[in-house]
């Protein structure tokens, strides 16, 4: 094999040519974002909705805890398992006699409280409830999507 | 051996080439997409939807105006009657005002969207609207 001089150097600029592609993407995605906004954050929404919706059901169908399953839960709620368990999604029920349900993702019940979430989409807004007999705490972190349509 | 104005020369610069001319027709969509509105309607449209949709009971029937995002879907040449689409399977509501591309959002309560439709009754994107009823799942 042969090697002329200058090869090396001509491979590296192709570094610093993608180095501005991307220099140049960062640039005009930022100014979108500043002058337009970052859109429509539904977070809270969805968590406080998903809130009632498990309140009113558990207040309805007085679940025992202790021998709750997820299938039945999504069957007697009306929830759909595919949105709820899509990584997005997170509900936590416990009682007093130190059962519970956790469904979605687990972590959330730390992310909730932290105060990135408040800048960060990809963190969850939640939203609890406490009674006599259960402590609920709920949060999503659902954003848009791109798709082919 | 390599010679200057050898071929592989030159496919160096047509490959420069091309790749910054897909970047900037990216670019080029990404930026228009924005400045036209599509990107943030869209956004706004299927989250709205998919919340009326979550609080909604079986055999409610909803009717959404539209317009903003119609206005926009025929400057780009997209029919009305495809602006939004709802896939039953995997519970999501798709909004697009653009070719080939939409956003999508899911909505969490198990039910399915019936009958839906999205109508301009004038004829113009003006007034128009999305209509559509939930009922139960269907097993």
């Not at chain 1, 007093?96 to 992310?111: F, N, Q």
């Not at chain 2, 990107?39 to 709205?48: G, L, P, R």
Request: charged residues 25%; glycine residues 8%.
């Amino acid at each position: 094999m042969m090697y002329r001089k200058g090869v090396l150097g001509t491979g590296l600029l192709y570094f610093v040519y993608f180095l501005m592609m991307a220099l140049i993407l960062a640039g005009i995605y930022g100014g979108l974002i500043a002058f337009f906004g970052k859109g429509y954050d539904s977070r809270l929404g969805e968590s406080r909705l998903l809130l009632k919706e498990t309140r009113e059901c558990f207040e309805r169908e007085k679940f025992d805890l202790s021998s709750l399953d997820k299938p039945v839960f999504f069957d007697k709620c009306k929830f759909s398992s595919k949105v709820i368990e899509d990584g997005n999604h997170f509900i936590y029920v416990n009682n007093s006699k130190g059962a519970e349900l956790s469904i979605g993702v687990s972590d959330y019940k730390v992310r909730c409280g932290l105060d990135a979430r408040l800048k960060n989409r990809e963190y969850p807004l939640c939203d609890d409830y406490k009674s006599d007999n259960y402590y609920i705490l709920v949060g999503s972190s659902q954003n848009s999507r791109r798709v082919a349509a | 051996m390599d010679k200057k104005g050898d071929t592989s020369t030159m496919m160096d610069t047509i490959i420069h080439i091309v790749i910054f001319i897909l970047f900037f027709l990216v670019m080029f969509f990404f930026v228009t997409s924005y400045s036209n509105g599509a990107t943030f309607w869209e956004d706004f449209y299927s989250k709205e939807i998919v919340r009326v949709v979550n609080g909604a009971e079986p055999g409610m029937e909803f009717k959404i105006d539209v317009t903003s995002l119609a206005v926009i879907a025929v400057k780009n040449g997209k029919p009305i009657k495809d602006i939004i689409s709802v896939d039953n399977v995997n519970n999501k509501v798709v909004v697009s005002s653009r070719l080939n591309s939409g956003t999508s959002f899911g909505f969490f309560k198990d039910v399915d969207v019936v009958e839906w439709k999205t109508e301009a009754p004038s004829g113009r994107s003006e007034n128009t609207q999305f209509i559509f009823k939930v009922k139960e799942k269907a097993k």
